[in-house]
C-alpha cells in the first residue's frame, strides 16, 4: 500500500457518460497529480493541485475536470466520455512543500482503469 | 525542461548487474534525477533521486558524473521480478510536475 488510494480501481461506462475519479493523498502531502497513461500515449500529466489550488496544467482535455478539496483529496471528472479515453488514470503526491522526498519521491496510487463503451 | 533519452529496451539475465544509462543534455542547476519502475496496470513507484555523485539505497545505486549530462541508474543482481519499465526524469525543485519519457523496458530471463 503506496498510502495514496485511488477509487474505484475498475469503471466501465457508455461513450458520453460523465464519471468521477477519486484519489486520497498520502497523509501530510498537499500535492496531487492527475496522470493519464493509455498503450498509445504513455504517461501523460493531465493537472496538478497544492493545497486546493490549481498549480500546473497538463494535457487535459476541456471535457476533463478536477479539484481538491479542504480535506486534501481530489476528483478528476470526465465528461462525454468518448471511446478513446479509455485508459488508466493515476493519482499521484508529493510531500507537505509539493516536493518529491528524496527517500520516497512522488507517491502513486494503483491507478483506476476506466473502459469507455 | 531537460529532455532525457534513455534506451528504449535491455535485456540481461538473472543474478547480473544491470546498468540503465540517461542522458540529460539540458540540466538545469535546480534540477535533480529521479528514477521509477512501472509494473504493467501499476503505478510508478520510486526508486532513486540524486543530484550529483553516487547516491545508494537498498535497492540501487545511482551514479552522476561531474557535469550532470546523464546518469546511470545501477540495480544489483537482478532477478525475474525487476522485470518492469524504468523511467528516468529530470524534475525542477519546487513541487513540478513528473515528466515521463518512454521509458527503458527491461526484460530479466532465468
Known amino acids: 500500500d503506496s498510502g495514496v488510494t485511488q477509487t474505484p480501481k475498475h469503471l466501465i461506462t457508455a461513450t458520453g457518460q460523465r464519471v468521477t475519479l477519486r484519489c486520497s493523498p498520502r497523509?501530510?502531502?498537499?500535492?496531487v497529480y492527475w496522470y493519464q497513461q493509455s498503450l498509445d500515449q504513455g504517461l501523460q500529466f493531465l493537472i496538478q493541485y497544492y493545497n486546493g489550488e490549481e498549480r500546473a496544467k497538463g494535457n487535459i482535455l476541456e471535457r476533463f475536470s478536477a479539484q481538491q478539496f479542504p480535506d486534501l483529496h481530489s476528483e478528476l471528472n470526465l465528461s462525454s466520455l468518448e471511446l478513446g479515453d479509455s485508459a488508466l488514470y493515476f493519482c499521484?503526491?508529493?510531500?507537505?512543500?509539493?516536493?518529491?522526498?528524496?527517500?520516497?519521491?512522488?507517491?502513486f496510487g494503483s491507478g483506476t482503469r476506466l473502459t469507455v463503451v | 525542461l531537460a529532455k532525457t533519452t534513455q534506451p528504449i529496451s535491455m535485456d540481461s539475465y538473472e543474478g547480473q548487474e544491470v546498468n540503465i544509462t540517461c542522458s540529460h543534455n539540458n540540466i538545469a542547476t535546480n534540477d535533480y534525477i529521479t528514477w521509477y519502475q512501472q509494473f504493467p496496470s501499476q503505478g510508478p513507484r520510486f526508486i532513486i533521486q540524486?543530484?550529483?555523485t553516487k547516491v545508494t539505497n537498498e535497492v540501487a545505486s545511482l551514479f552522476i558524473p561531474a557535469d550532470r549530462k546523464s546518469s546511470t541508474l545501477s540495480l544489483p543482481r537482478v532477478s525475474l521480478s525487476d522485470t518492469a519499465v524504468y523511467y528516468c526524469l529530470v524534475v525542477t525543485g519546487g513541487g513540478n510536475k513528473l515528466t515521463f519519457g518512454t521509458g527503458t523496458q527491461l526484460k530479466v530471463e532465468l
Open positions: 540524486g543530484y550529483k
Open positions: 499521484a503526491s508529493s510531500g507537505p512543500y509539493g516536493t518529491g522526498d528524496v527517500n520516497y519521491g512522488y507517491t
Open positions: 497523509s501530510g502531502d498537499l500535492s
